[in-house]
């Protein structure tokens, strides 16, 4: 394809960790401030953070494939790529607000109970209310050190109970176990349940055992929408207009919970567990509009996970780049819109990790 009919591109796809280069018919180098290594490149600017982008390069239990401890780099330089402006905040992102690119989550931890305080400890320092978390995993497993770390934003304020988590994804996550681990990515919002949080709504859903089925109809915290209802050729408009009245009915605080693998496979065909039959791009954006436009509730974080580097084309992690950057815009929409406000002093970038032994304690 000659470069002069790709007007739109900030980089080049198949060069992503190159440097920024020539624009094709302008003449100018569109991007000279970008910078490689933050999300969208953008340039930092000030000690303030208003969006903080965190990387959990997590893999312990994936089933299926591997490479998801690559992907959170991976869907960065990818980032790159995504256009800036968006349609619904009407502005180019970060539209006045400084999004700061964290340095990533370190690994440490000798087992799985010590790596999953350490994601808590790593997380909690930003849950304080002053800013506005947006993580990139890392495997699904992720979740309850998440949510360990979100009973500190003063919204939640140490009760887990007024938070509702909202999971896009193809498999429930609420197993017991998997190959005999209790903290696997398949009991990833099992264990946000048994960690307390109020309530959870999951939609794409298409792959889950007779148990999960059983607890999705059994527990009242629960509500589900199957992909095969919102996907149907006759019924399906009736229950996707019924899931986002849900969404708009969400009061307190909220976490967005993206596995990348409640899309349709053929749209993120390199994470760990593609699946037919999942959402289509459109119904994940009109999911995180919906959910950041919810008049009673508050958005307190969101996180994008199960990403895999895709070798050949970054079709996967480019996919995940988009949804990142549409709850960043999402939310700047709602602070312009007076749906997030900002709690307590800004703290600034230089934020110490938290100890943190509940994981380890879980296991013993
Ligand atoms: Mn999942």
Known sequence: MPPDI????????????????EHPCKGKVVSEDYVEGNFLGLPEQGENVDVVVLQVPYELTTSYGQGTAQGPAACIAASGQVELFDASLGQDIPAGANIYTAPEWDGEGNNLGQQLDNISGYLQPWYIGDCFPMVLGGEHGILPPLVLAAQHHPLVDGDLSRLT?????????????LNGETYSHA????????????????????????????LIQSDERITTFFARDIQSTIHGKAAWSRWLETLHTLTGPVHLTIDIDGLDGSLVPATGTPVPGGLS????????????????????????????????TPLTQFTAAMLATKAIAAHLKARTEGRWEPHGLQEGRNRNLRESTFFSQQMK
């Open 6 to 21: 790709q007007p739109n591109r900030r980089l080049n796809l198949n060069n992503i960790k190159q440097q920024p280069q």
């Open 165 to 177: 988590v909202v999971q896009i994804d193809a498999h429930a996550d609420l197993r017991e176990e």
């Open 187 to 214: 009991c990833a919002a099992g264990r946000s349940l048994d960690l307390g949080i109020g309530r959870l709504l999951q939609v794409g859903i298409r792959a889950y055992s007779k148990q999960e089925s059983e």
């Open 281 to 312: 791009f459109w119904q994940a954006i009109e999911t995180i509009e919906a959910v950041f436009s919810a008049p009673d509730a508050t958005v307190i974080s969101a996180d994008v996970n199960e990403i895999v580097a895709q070798e050949n």
